[in-house]
């Protein structure tokens, strides 16, 4: 059964940074895509940033762009969003995903973690 925790959430100032991690279990292989997504307060959920876990390149979604970046732990099952640069609205609860092995990246993740959140005061 594959699980996902996320850690790595808080509070900062605006201009500050963050580091959310999230390490997956029960894969058999490593070949899967994962992501992170944000939902702030009274908004849909929005899609930050997925890679490829086995050879993949990260793309990262516009509002974010040039401010947060992935990197990978493959060894720990790990991937990492670095955020810098943070503003008031990157405020909200930030979730990895993944999806079933060797399927290829989309916007439909099959498996969330349960959420870390993301307070940024201006």
């Known amino acids: 059964q594959v699980q996902l925790v996320e850690s790595g959430g808080g509070s900062v100032q605006a201009g500050g940074s963050l580091t959310l991690s999230c390490r997956t279990s029960?894969?058999?292989?490593?070949?899967?895509?994962m992501g992170w997504f944000r939902q702030a307060p009274g908004k849909e959920r929005e899609w930050v940033a997925s890679t490829y876990i086995e050879g993949g390149s990260a793309r990262i979604a516009d509002p974010v762009k040039g401010r947060f970046t992935l990197s990978q732990d493959n060894a720990k099952n790990m991937l990492h969003l670095r955020m810098t640069s943070l503003k008031p609205e990157d405020t909200a609860m930030y979730y990895c995903?993944?999806?079933?092995?060797?399927?290829?990246?989309?916007?439909?993740?099959?498996?969330w973690g349960q959420g870390t959140q993301v307070t940024v005061s201006s």
């Open positions: 029960g894969y058999k292989f490593g070949s899967y895509c």
């Open positions: 995903a993944a999806g079933r092995e060797f399927d290829e990246c989309s916007p439909d993740f099959a498996y």
